[in-house]
Structure formats: C-alpha cells, structure tokens
C-alpha cells in the first residue's frame, strides 16, 4: 500500500512538474492517407510533451489524388483560404505554438493559411514545420512567418516525406538545438 502511495504522489508530482513546463501546442493540417505531417507532428508532440491537434477544414477535400491537386492547384493560385472548424484548445493557454503543412505547390496547404489568418499569435514562440516531395519546402517558411507578424518565428523543420518514419533523432536534434 505505501509504495502504491508513494507511486501516486510521485505521478502526481511528475504530471503538475510537465504541466508547469509545457506550455506548447503542435497544430498541423494533412490530407493524404499517408499522413507524414501528422506522424511528424505526432513526434514533436512525443518530445515536446505537448498538446497536438489537426487544423481541420469545414468541408473536407476530395480523395481522389487528381481532384485535389487541380482544387490545391486552383487554391494555392488564388491565395484562397479553406473555412476550417474551430480548434478545441484555446491558443492563449500556449506559448509555444508549433504550425505544419504538407507543401503544396511550394508552399502550405490553405488550410493552415486560414489557421494563420484567423489566430493572432502575437508574443508566441512559433515554429513551422513541412512534409514534401522532391520540391523541397519551397517559399513555405517565408510565407507562413508573414502571417504571424507580431510572434516570435523560430528555425523550422522540414523533412521529405518518404523519410517521415525514420526522422525521429533528426526532431530531436532540431529541438535540442533551435527551439528554445
């Protein structure tokens, strides 16, 4: 019974100890099957001890692979937003915010666009990361930074997306070096 006890307090100790700490939330937006972004986020999440949530739109994009690249084409030409659903974590409770997209078309998928638009992240420490084909990250880091005006942008992370399943000591490093 008193090492039950002693377990419990210690748990307790523990859980109030990374609450006090963690004061970060990983937010990110994926559409395909594959779902690289999430897994990075997810990983980030796992080393930050922090809350993670999917940006999700109103009206979810087809899954046919060329509906979505002509409608992604059509988006991303038009600097359009996509209405997303409210986040269920209120963002002032964050000071760290971390914001990923697929790339598409060399920059964020217009989900995350609408994220940026819609949330002031003023003050906040944020920290973008990106998943991507051969093209590479693009003008996605410039772009997002310029939606987030009055916050603190940090080193992102990018990573190319058949790779996503091995990456983990790379997200680490990155965290150990440039999120600070």
Known sequence: MKK???LAVFSLALALSAAGKSKSIVLYFSWSDAENTRILAEEIARNT???VERIIPETPYPRKYAEILKMGRS???QKASRPIKALKNDLKNFDTVFVGSPIWFGTYAPPVRSFLQQN??????VYFFCTHGK???GV???EAALLAPRSVVGKGFNCYGIHVKKIAPKVTEW???DVK
């Not at 002031?120 to 420490?125: F, M, T």
């Open 140 to 142: 996605f880091f410039k």
């Open 4 to 6: 039950v006890m002693m």
């Open 75 to 77: 988006e991303i030409k």
């Open 49 to 51: 001890h922090a809350v």
């Open 135 to 137: 093209g590479g990250p």
């Open 120 to 125: 002031d992240l003023s003050g906040k420490k």
């Open 175 to 177: 965290l150990k070096k």
